[in-house]
């Protein structure tokens, strides 16, 4: 059983199109982070979210961690070529050493945007 | 450009080699973790260093795998008696958020 579960695991859209995809797990987080990795490189992070409700913007991305701190939505509004990549949530992972800051993985969902 | 490097970046190998990879954080990051990614995966974590100091180690990391960080700064990774399933993304991580590029593993 995955600790997060992110859905849908492909997405293909057409440029200019939004586009919500999920994080959603059944325990509490203290915080989320949501990644991009493009193939053949490491994730790259591009937010932590920490609060319950908090929304978060980067350019046309926008992050939501729900108000129970067990989910996370990332929102692409007018998707761009280059925003294509595997997107990953990742949280700290329940009863791992103290101050190990080690992280638990989604399976992440895979974005086409095409021209 | 996260300043973690990795190397090699590829690696094809034969069941039963030994394989060594090598991860270069930048000085600041004192923490450095280990976490192996197969096709359709998220990465999974291997093992975590403060410093020099291997403080946790993954019930993934069986013992053909150790993992050394002998002055603090760089990190390797040494897999022995290589299997099939070894094959995957190897990915170093400074400083808990800055992964490198990763070195991927093939095993013929």
């Known amino acids: 059983t995955q600790l997060l579960e992110q859905s849908p695991q492909f997405l293909s859209i057409q440029e200019g199109e939004n586009l919500t995809v999920y994080c959603n797990s059944s325990?509490?987080?203290?915080?989320l982070q949501w990644y991009r990795q493009e193939p053949g490189e490491g994730p790259v992070l591009l937010v932590t979210?920490?609060?319950?409700?908090e929304v978060k913007k980067l350019k046309r991305l926008t992050f939501q961690f729900g108000d129970a701190r067990k989910d996370s939505s990332l929102h692409i509004t007018a998707a761009q070529p280059g925003d294509t990549g595997l997107y990953l949530c990742?949280?700290?992972?329940?009863?791992?050493?103290?101050?190990?800051?080690?992280?638990?993985f989604g399976k992440g969902t895979k974005l086409s945007v095409i021209p | 450009d996260t300043g973690v490097s990795q190397n090699p970046r590829h690696k094809i190998t034969k069941r039963g080699q030994n394989v060594t990879f090598r991860c270069d954080p930048i000085?600041?990051?004192?923490?450095l973790y280990w976490y192996r990614q197969t096709l359709g995966q998220g990465p999974e974590f291997l093992t975590y260093?403060?410093?020099?100091?291997?403080?946790?180690k993954s019930r993934l990391l069986s013992d053909r795998f150790s993992a050394e960080r002998p002055k603090g700064s760089f990190s390797t990774l040494e897999i022995q008696r290589t299997e099939q399933g070894d094959s995957a993304m190897y990915l170093c991580?400074?400083?808990?958020?800055?992964f490198g590029p990763g070195t991927r593993l093939t095993v013929l």
């Open positions: 000085s600041e990051h004192n923490r």
């Open positions: 979210v920490v609060t319950g409700g």
């Open positions: 990742a949280g700290p992972t329940p009863y791992s050493g103290a101050g190990s800051y080690q992280l638990t």
């Open positions: 260093f403060q410093n020099e100091a291997q403080l946790e």
């Open positions: 325990s509490v987080f203290s915080s």
């Open positions: 991580v400074g400083d808990t958020q800055y």
